[in-house]
């Protein structure tokens, strides 16, 4: 999981450093090129934890389902508070290039 979080850092670091090197003196000074990359992080950090929140939530709410049928009313809801959180990144996103 270390090398994975290490690749990503590394490329987005990488595709900055490719933007700035490309981008004219104006926009880089404005920030309207960063406000891109900031909008891209809040996305992606927010899914890649939805993502894991998800899978280690479903995999006990099934397991806890497999043993007790009852508990799927009180167990699912559960899940989808996890998928909010994905939901919240775009917001963040969204409010990061409207203003």
């Known amino acids: 999981m270390k090398k994975r ?6 490329v987005l670091f990488a595709s900055i450093a490719c ?3 490309e981008g004219d003196a104006a926009a880089v000074a404005s920030g309207s090129a ?3 990359f900031a909008a891209a992080i809040a996305v992606a ?7 894991m929140a998800v899978g280690k939530i479903g995999a006990a709410a099934m397991g806890a389902m497999s043993e007790n ?4 009313g009180k167990a699912l809801p559960f899940v989808g508070l996890a998928e909010g959180i994905c939901l919240w990144g775009f917001l963040v996103a969204l409010l990061i290039i409207i203003m």
């Open 19 to 21: 933007a700035f090197a």
């Open 5 to 10: 979080i290490f690749a990503f850092v590394t």
């Open 45 to 51: 950090v927010a899914c890649i934890a939805g993502g």
């Open 69 to 72: 049928a009852e508990l799927s």
């Open 34 to 36: 960063l406000k891109y």
